[in-house]
């Protein structure tokens, strides 16, 4: 589908290339956890899985820093409420 996920830590955000459009889901940094305040995706790519492709890729990036997730965002929450593999990154 998209390339993988990764880290704009100049921007603060997590992206998604699509084609020529970028998901991406904004955070800010605590000393043991991601906050993770808003995510968007283009209307064009919306209904398609792009949004939580995005959140698990941003998950897996926050794990493998050894990081917690705090859901700044109701799609994060709803994303978290369907994926309960994920309730150890919760902090």
Do not use: Q
């Not at 990764?6 to 955000?13: E, F, L």
């Not at 955070?27 to 993770?36: S, W």
């Amino acid at each position: 589908m998209a390339a993988s996920v990764w880290d704009n830590k100049d921007r603060s955000r997590f992206e998604l290339d699509v084609g020529n459009d970028v998901a991406f889901a904004n955070y800010r940094l605590t000393p043991t956890a991601v906050i993770i305040t808003h995510t968007e995706t283009p209307r064009a790519l919306r209904g398609r899985g792009i949004g939580s492709e995005l959140v698990k890729g941003a998950l897996e990036l926050i794990r493998r820093d050894g990081r917690k997730v705090i859901a700044g965002c109701g799609f994060v929450v709803d994303y978290l409420d369907r994926h309960p593999e994920d309730a150890d990154l919760v902090a």
